[in-house]
């Protein structure tokens, strides 16, 4: 078996969100599991692009509507990743120091157009495609339905929908941009008068899955728009959780930490982090150090911190450190409370990737009150880091966590509002006083197994219904 990966985001070359630690991982562990697997996204204007050289493997040109635009194909010329991947290089379009635009739809279509192209011509074409999020939703389209693609229609195709949300819509007016199909079939790409990649790729694909159960059912409730849809096409759906990379999320052996630990050294290890953490950002180590890591948007539940924050910082002697970027408004009334709590809470505004490791090895609880949350990775860090989590009962984060009080590892709450939240600290605070059961419940949470080998089985399971 032979899976090709579309996506617009793969850790470590170019990370956006969730969607690239997937990326970066799932490919990795189905190769150990014996399927051959790899991915194909946007050659960007990055990090690791500067720093990695570059192969030509393949040369041509698209129509894209009236323009003629060259496109290369490129791979690495040393690939330590775990898998092969695959770069679109088209230098007026993707070749940018970004991933996502105000307006992308000429962008990926090129990506995706210049891709196909390219598959079209292999030798040994891959025997799944399995397409990520919007940014690739016409890739199953075309393959079924453009002239051009005929010798690729009887490969199946599987979408994740990692965020619902970001549907990819554009005008009919830029339909001249697909390659020729019958327009027989132009009612596949429409949804609610607009050409909606994400849809024509539920219709068209021969799975569609998202990334954890209850995510998959929640879509049938809210999927801003595609509720109806996704409810009529839900034989041929279903939630596979994500996993995470065991090896870069790894306590004993993480870089970026003060101090590595493992089970049996947990508390000193912990407590070197959470020193360094209470050190360098003005904190009490004594006390319970709650921490929030992510992007500052509604979606997070952020715009709530500034007034929990400042309710639970008078109620509870406790700390409290975040780090994350976002909407304007937001990052400035967290700012605006630094002041007023001194020495019990502080922000990082912006991101630092060795500041969230040694957040997961050294806070005591981490906070993820999200409105939405496909399945959510932040979760899964924390527990292998031995960090209890306080979560919204929604999406991946069900199915993730269980409250302590029904025997479980963490603290639960129902709705995503400033009352419950709050409530939620002053239960973790409460338990956290009983050090004795608060140090075993850290033990027993990084034995936890969220690896990425059972989802990768499930995701070689479904690909082998398709052949």
């Not at 690939?79 to 996502?100: A, H, Q, S, T």
């Amino acid at each position: 078996m032979n899976v090709l990966h579309f996506t617009a985001e793969c850790y470590p070359i170019a990370k956006v969100g969730g969607l690239a630690d997937v990326v970066g991982s799932l490919p990795k562990y189905q190769n150990k599991l014996g399927v051959e697997s790899s991915v194909i996204m946007p050659f960007y204007d990055n990090v690791f692009t500067k720093q990695h050289s570059f192969k030509t493997i393949f040369e041509s040109s698209i129509h894209l509507g009236d323009a003629i635009i060259d496109f290369k194909i490129l791979s690495l010329t040393e690939n330590d990743l775990g898998f092969d991947i695959f770069f679109v290089d088209v230098p007026e379009l993707l070749f940018k120091d970004y991933v996502y635009s105000y307006d992308d739809t000429d962008r990926f279509l090129a990506f995706q157009i210049a891709a196909l192209d390219w598959v079209a011509q292999l030798e040994h074409k891959p025997t799944i495609v399995h397409c990520h999020d919007h940014h690739t939703g016409l890739v199953p389209f075309m393959m079924y339905y453009a002239h051009k693609y005929h010798m690729l229609n009887k490969i199946p195709t599987v979408l994740t929908i990692h965020n619902a949300q970001y549907q990819g819509w554009f005008s009919h007016d830029k339909i001249s941009l697909i390659p020729a199909f019958d327009m027989e079939h132009i009612g596949v790409l429409d949804w609610d008068n607009s050409v909606n990649p994400l849809a024509a790729a539920i219709k068209c694909a021969w799975r569609v899955t998202t990334v954890s159960p209850s995510y998959m059912e929640e879509l049938k409730r809210n999927a801003n728009g595609l509720e109806s849809l996704l409810s009529h096409e839900t034989a041929k759906c279903s939630g596979i959780l994500n996993g995470i990379d065991s090896h870069v999320w790894n306590p004993e052996t993480d870089a970026y930490l003060i101090k590595t630990f493992s089970r049996k050294s947990i508390v000193s290890g912990r407590k070197a982090n959470k020193k360094w953490l209470c050190d360098e950002f003005n904190l009490d180590i004594n006390k319970p150090l709650f921490a929030f890591i992510g992007r500052l948007v509604g979606e997070k539940g952020a715009d709530l911190f500034p007034q929990i924050f400042d309710i639970s910082l008078q109620k509870n002697d406790i700390s409290i450190l975040l780090l994350g970027s976002g909407h304007d408004d937001i990052e400035q009334g967290l700012e605006d409370l630094k002041s007023k709590h001194k020495g019990a809470y502080n922000a990082y505004i912006g991101y630092d990737e060795k500041l969230s490791h040694i957040i997961y090895a050294g806070a005591d609880f981490l906070l993820m009150p999200s409105r939405v949350e496909p399945c959510g990775l932040n979760q899964l860090y924390a527990l292998r880091y031995g960090t209890i989590p306080i979560v919204h009962n929604i999406g991946g984060l069900k199915d993730t966590v269980i409250d302590i009080s029904e025997k479980g590892f963490g603290f639960v709450h129902h709705e995503a509002s400033v009352e419950q939240v709050c409530h939620a600290i002053e239960r973790a605070t409460n338990f956290y006083q009983n050090q004795p059961t608060f140090k075993k419940m850290r033990t027993l949470i990084m034995q936890i197994d969220h690896s990425w080998d059972a989802s990768a089985q499930a995701y070689i399971h479904l690909y082998n219904t398709l052949n």
